[in-house]
């Protein structure tokens, strides 16, 4: 049960290491710089809740992710596929009883767990939803879905509820962190993130699922989505091809266009610091939207296959074998979820 008082979180929020201090119970505007950098208020902001088939297959399996998107965001990277929530463009308001509600039905409509996409800048929220829906029966893992940019005094906040992390690690050059995330401390602080992670959920642990008798619903699968986009393991093959994860750490990293080096730099040291007892997803979906990007021409492509394939003989040289890798046309805006408030 946290005994954390939102009001007084978000009265001086530190929540990330933006560290804004601002009061963002006194603000209602959303996507407004002056709330704080996430550019969002103390009230709770949703922009999807949803089950998600194409997260890595031990999160989503046949069943599907109980996803809930979080508007606004403390990173706002220049590139982001997902941008329209990051600025608070899309949502609907909520309070913690519907956020209470939302976990409960996605709980009823079969999820693997429930997976809080971009949720830092709400934790002292989302914790009494959760004590609440646990109270009504939720039993389902707590997945926590983020670009790995808050403190780690939010984090210790989580530990008793999260049993998945499923963080970003981005960027290893400085240079690049601030360029594209205005963010130059990120590495050190996603790093020592990692290591509070891994101490509070410990290695991998799987529990075998029997697949679905049928596929998932033709809903599922709408214009929003690809139909080719796929993680498997391929030759990294583990027992997470057949199995829900329901404790442990996923990093994922996703490769930038020109960004081999900084790519390989990630993966030498979360292997070397970590062995096989994370899980790694190294993705290859990066999709430009050139709308975004004026003034970021070497981002304006994406990756090639010679580019990708580097990177995962890298990985393979090193000897990592828990992994995921993607393949097919995974970098499509068809990838990209529409934000309408669906199942909010």
């Excluded at 963010?183 to 891994?198: G, L, R, S």
């Excluded at 404790?247 to 990293?253: C, D, E, S, T, Y």
């Excluded at 900084?262 to 030498?268: V, Y």
């Excluded at 090639?304 to 890298?314: N, V």
């Amino acid at each position: 049960m946290s005994d954390l008082s939102p009001i007084s979180a978000y009265q001086n929020c530190r929540l990330c290491h933006r560290k804004c201090g601002v009061n963002r119970t006194t603000q209602t505007d959303v996507g407004t710089p002056s709330i704080g950098y996430c550019g969002m208020p103390d009230a709770l902001w949703v922009a999807r809740a949803a089950l998600h088939y194409w997260e890595e297959p031990c999160i989503s399996g046949e069943v599907g992710s109980g996803t809930v998107f979080f508007s606004g965001c403390s990173l706002r990277c220049v590139y982001c596929q997902n941008h329209s929530i990051a600025l608070g463009l899309s949502g609907k308001r909520i309070d913690t009883g519907r956020l209470t509600e939302i976990f409960l039905e996605l709980a009823a409509q079969g999820a693997a767990n429930i997976n809080l996409v971009t949720p830092t800048h709400y934790v002292p929220s989302i914790l009494p939803a959760l004590d609440a829906a646990k109270a009504q029966g939720l039993t389902l893992p707590i997945v926590y879905n983020t670009g790995n940019y808050e403190t780690l005094d939010t984090l210790k906040m989580l530990e008793g509820y999260v049993d998945i992390y499923l963080p970003d690690f981005k960027y290893w050059d400085a240079a690049l962190a601030r360029r594209y995330s205005n963010a130059p401390d990120y590495t050190k602080h996603a790093a020592e993130n990692i290591a509070e992670m891994f101490r509070q959920v410990g290695t991998p642990v799987f529990a075998a699922h029997s697949p679905l008798t049928s596929e998932p619903p033709d809903a599922a699968l709408s214009d929003s989505y690809s139909t080719d986009c796929h993680f498997n393991t391929e030759p990294m093959l583990t027992e997470s091809e057949t199995a829900l994860m329901k404790r442990g750490v996923i990093v994922r990293h996703l490769m930038l266009p020109g960004g081999l080096d900084d790519s390989k730099q990630i993966l030498r040291y979360l292997y070397e610091t970590y062995g096989d007892n994370i899980f790694l997803s190294i993705m290859n979906q990066y999709t430009p939207l050139p709308a975004q990007l004026n003034g970021y021409p070497e981002l304006n492509r994406r990756i090639t296959d010679a580019e990708y394939e580097e990177l995962i003989d890298f990985a393979i040289d090193l000897g990592i074998e828990n992994a995921f890798i993607q393949e097919g046309e995974t970098a499509e805006e068809s990838f990209i979820p529409s934000f309408h408030a669906e199942g909010v």
